[in-house]
C-alpha cells in the first residue's frame, strides 16, 4: 500500500472549516485514499473514503486531486468535539489491511 | 446495534501471567483485526483474519496467539506477559466485500507490571 504523508498538527478556530491535506504521491489505480479520526484513546472512527471522485457524507468532504496524488479532507463547520488524531490512509480495492501513520492532530480551539 | 465489543476495558498483570482479550462482533463480518497502539503512536496490526479457521500475522505477531472458531469472536492470548506487552488493543471488523471500512472497539487497556 502507498505511504501517506500528513502533518503532525493543525489547529482550527470553532465553526469555521478544517481542511486537513495528506500526500500520497505513490499512489496506484486500484487504491482508495480513507480518513479515520481517534478521539483521545477511543477505537477509531471511519469518516470518508474514495477513489478519485470528491465525496461528502455527513461528517465530512473529501477532495482528491486529479493526479490522485493527494488529499484534503474538509470539516465544514469544526466543533471543540472534532479535536482529534486524524488519519490519511491508503488502501487496495482489493486488501482489507490498514497501515496507520502518525496522523494529525487537529485541535479545534474556541 | 452493539458493533465490535472488547472485554475487558481495563487489566493490570504481572510478568509472565497471561490472558485472553476478547472481542466479538454482530455485523456477520469475516474480516477481524487486532491491533496494539503505543502512547503517541499509530496502530500496528497484530493478527487478523478473513474467516472463521483462517489467521495470520500482522506486523507485530510476537509473544501473541489468535484463533477464529466462530464469525463472531476473534480473541487475543498473551501467554506470558512481558512489559513490552504494555499497550491499548483495538479490535477491528469490515465486511469482505473490498473498500468497506473497518469498525472498531472501544479498546482494552492493558498494563503489566
Known amino acids: 500500500d502507498a505511504k501517506t504523508t500528513q502533518p503532525t498538527s493543525m489547529d482550527c478556530a470553532e465553526g469555521r472549516a478544517a481542511n486537513l491535506p495528506c500526500n500520497h504521491s505513490?499512489?496506484?489505480?486500484?487504491?482508495?485514499v480513507y480518513w479515520y479520526r481517534q478521539i483521545h484513546s477511543q477505537g477509531p472512527q471511519y469518516i470518508i473514503h474514495?477513489?478519485?471522485n470528491n465525496e461528502t457524507n455527513e461528517m465530512a468532504s473529501l477532495i482528491i486531486t486529479e493526479d490522485r496524488k493527494s488529499s484534503t479532507l474538509i470539516l465544514p463547520h469544526a466543533t471543540l468535539r472534532d479535536t482529534a488524531v486524524y488519519y490519511c490512509i491508503v488502501k487496495e480495492t482489493s486488501g482489507s489491511r490498514l497501515t496507520f501513520g502518525e496522523g494529525t492532530q487537529l485541535t479545534v480551539n474556541p | 446495534n452493539a458493533g465490535v465489543t472488547q472485554t475487558p476495558k481495563f487489566r493490570i498483570l504481572k510478568i509472565g501471567q497471561s490472558m485472553t482479550l476478547q472481542c466479538t462482533q454482530d455485523?456477520?463480518?469475516?474480516?477481524m483485526y487486532w491491533y496494539r497502539q503505543d502512547p503517541g503512536m499509530g496502530l500496528k496490526l497484530i493478527y487478523y483474519?478473513?474467516?472463521?479457521?483462517?489467521?495470520d500475522k500482522g506486523e507485530v505477531p510476537n509473544g501473541y496467539n489468535v484463533s477464529r472458531s466462530t464469525t463472531e469472536d476473534f480473541p487475543l492470548r498473551l501467554e506470558l506477559a512481558a512489559p513490552s506487552q504494555t499497550s491499548v488493543y483495538f479490535c477491528a471488523s469490515t465486511a469482505s466485500y473490498s473498500n468497506q471500512p473497518q469498525h472498531f472497539g472501544d479498546g482494552t487497556r492493558l498494563s503489566i507490571l
Open positions: 505513490t499512489i496506484s489505480g486500484n487504491e482508495y
Open positions: 483474519s478473513v474467516g472463521a479457521g483462517i489467521t
Open positions: 455485523m456477520n463480518h469475516n474480516y
Open positions: 474514495g477513489l478519485k
